[in-house]
């Protein structure tokens, strides 16, 4: 249970951060994303940062995407 | 906009952890959390974190809430 843990990893410009969950295999495991799934498709009339929540094959959420780069 | 920023708080323990979104206000401001919603109340068949989403009296994002401890 110690090894599992939560981490954001934020790019240079600050804009696009990944956030991993407990049940994530690490970056070195591609393919792990079997789903992806925005919170605008989810949330009616959604206001906030682009998000994308990723899913494993069993459907277990293992990780989420944020694009920060502000609109305006 | 260089001030605006992403930002992810865990504690001790390891469960609990909080991610401040850009538009957050920041700690020092109490009842800015309007909206809480969880994932399990939006996506069906849920499997992952307990994870809530806090929304603003604008109905904007601005922070999450991971509660991580393991059921297992």
Known sequence: ??????????NED????????PDHPGKGSPGVVAKQISLHSIIKEYKGPEIYLDF?????LIGM????????
Chains 1, 2 share one sequence.
């Open 65 to 72: 995407e944020f694009l920060l780069e502000q609109a305006d």
């Open 14 to 21: 600050g804009d696009v951060a990944y956030l991993s969950l």
């Open 56 to 60: 494993d094959k069993n459907g277990v």
């Open 1 to 10: 249970m110690a090894d599992r843990k939560i981490d954001m990893v934020v």
